[in-house]
């Protein structure tokens, strides 16, 4: 059977080792989607594919098993779903019943935020689903996590934007009885940023990672949420060639300069991409043109708030595949 690979792709299937069969990509954007669209996945799943189901690393569905010549019919099928992403989200799609118009940008995932932890600094669904509106559709290969909270769950270090929660910890010193709980805690479970010194807590800002551990531990509401900001890392990443960690470009930055960098990457990526391959990772872009122009293109036309904290220098670390061990 012949085949529009390029199309395939560009509508979320997957090229299987199997030649005659395909597997659709479902984006749930923000590992969140409602219960109603579970019944239509497996429907699909049961009368198209091969009755299961793989729940992707990136908190979308994969349904394997789907005949080419079903094509067309599945995209139809998945209307709902698109249709329940433009009017829930706000991502504009211009005809539901083709399929998904790109799958270049993966589905921006998140951990499951303050709506249940308590850990979380934000609701991070509410902020992935912002992000996926205006990323999306996009067929540059890009990945962004949100994690509510510096724990980073969402494993934000593996990926080209990981969004961790931050708040400003207020200290009320008339409401401390010294009992030096946030301080032990942080001591033994964070960064040992709080000292207690003359009756009172002091907070190194330096070694504060505004988790807000301290506000949690607090018996008597010394502590309270102040504003709430951002840590980005940028450019980790898995693959053959080059595996590394993400490393800190911004702290304590507000949430309409994170909206703001990551709409800048696209424009960034399009300047310097390698067109002669068929999709190349934004790290190595980076690689290329050197961290202080990606820093200075990606931070162009943007408001930095006051507190915001920018990287001078990366140098990412990692290991070279081929190296002796």
Not at 19 to 44: C, F, M, N, Q, W
Not at 51 to 63: A, C, K, P
Not at 116 to 140: G, H, M, W
């Amino acid at each position: 059977m012949s085949f529009n690979t390029k199309k395939i792709k560009k509508n979320a299937f997957r090229i299987t080792k199997d030649r005659e069969v395909t597997a659709l990509r479902i984006r749930v954007p923000g590992g969140h989607i409602d219960a109603k669209y579970l019944s239509l996945i497996k429907e699909i799943a049961d009368e198209y594919g091969n009755g299961t189901l793989h729940i992707t690393t990136r908190q979308g569905f994969e349904v394997p098993g789907i005949s080419f010549a079903d094509f067309d019919e599945v995209n139809e099928k998945i209307a709902p779903i698109l249709e329940g992403m433009e009017k829930a989200i706000g991502v504009e799609i211009i005809d539901p019943g083709d399929g998904y118009p790109a799958a270049g940008t993966r589905n921006v995932s998140a951990c499951i935020g303050n709506r249940v932890c308590r850990y979380s600094n934000y609701d991070t669904t509410e902020l992935a689903q912002e992000i996926e509106k205006n990323i999306f559709p996009n067929d540059y290969h890009v990945k962004i996590a949100l994690s509510g909270c510096p724990n980073d769950c969402i494993k934000g270090h593996l990926q080209d934007f990981g969004i961790l929660g931050m708040v400003e910890p207020l200290y009320h010193q008339e409401r401390c009885i010294g009992c030096e709980a946030c301080v032990n805690n942080c001591k033994k479970r964070v960064t040992s940023a709080l000292s207690f010194e003359q009756e009172r807590v002091v907070r190194d800002e330096q070694r504060c990672i505004g988790c807000g551990e301290c506000i949690l531990q607090c018996p008597t509401n010394a502590w309270e949420r102040g504003d709430q900001f951002f840590k980005v890392v940028i450019m980790g990443r898995t693959g053959k060639k080059n595996p590394r960690l993400a490393k800190p470009f911004l702290k304590w930055a507000s949430r309409d300069v994170v909206i703001a960098i990551v709409n800048n990457v696209y424009d960034y990526i399009e300047r310097h991409i390698d067109t002669s391959l068929a999709k190349e990772h934004i790290g190595y872009i980076v690689d290329r043109t050197g961290y202080p122009q990606f820093k200075e293109e990606i931070l162009k036309g943007v408001e930095l708030n006051s507190e915001c904290e920018i990287a001078d220098k990366i140098n990412w670390n990692g290991y070279q595949t081929g190296e002796k061990i």
